[in-house]
């Protein structure tokens, strides 16, 4: 599986968030809207104007990595699961001029690198500002690579 920030590859899409919770799939034709498997929601991209991500962030490179590491250490303090669970973001989607805040679950407590939410707003963006792109969703590890180029500004 490959992941770069809040977006993940997930077959015949790409997804933005934590597949296993709260989640949008992006396919070539929909924004799908899902809690797990259970789809809540699945909007056509021609209604889709927006979609803004409201995640925790933070400039380390790795915060996954150190999440995990910290972690596992109280875990091994305690002897047992501390039961964290990394909080519930937020994305608004502006669908036919109408505003709709669904959740959004993390992969990992801690922030996302401030850089790959940026990276994913922008693919979206682009998503949105070019349909004959949306094709390249057929092929979403591909788009992992696009959206770090457009982290660094170089997309």
């Known amino acids: ?3 770069y920030g809040p977006l993940i590859v997930v077959p015949d899409a790409l997804a933005v968030g934590d ?3 709260h989640h949008l799939r992006l396919t070539p034709e ?11 929601s699945i ?9 803004v ?15 995990t590491l910290v972690l596992g250490a109280v875990t091994a303090a305690m002897l047992s699961d501390p039961g964290v669970e990394p909080e519930d973001g ?3 989607l502006t669908v036919d001029g109408e505003n709709t805040t669904v959740l959004l679950s993390r992969h990992h407590v801690g922030g996302y690198w401030a850089p790959s939410v ?4 922008r693919l979206i963006a682009h998503l949105i500002a070019h349909p004959e792109q949306r094709a390249l969703l057929e092929h979403p590890e591909r788009l992992i690579d696009v959206a770090a180029q457009l982290a660094r500004g170089t997309g």
């Not at 929909?30 to 809540?40: N, Y």
């Not at 991500?53 to 999440?67: A, C, I, K």
């Not at 940026?118 to 707003?121: I, Q, Y």
Request: proline residues 8%.
């Open 1 to 3: 599986m490959k992941r």
């Open 19 to 21: 597949p296993g919770r």
């Open 30 to 40: 929909a924004v799908m809207i899902r809690a797990g498997v259970e789809s809540r």
């Open 43 to 51: 909007l056509p991209w021609a209604s889709v104007e927006r979609v």
């Open 53 to 67: 991500l409201d995640v925790p962030t933070t400039r380390f490179r790795l915060p996954g990595l150190v999440g």
């Open 90 to 92: 937020t994305a608004t």
């Open 118 to 121: 940026a990276g994913a707003h």
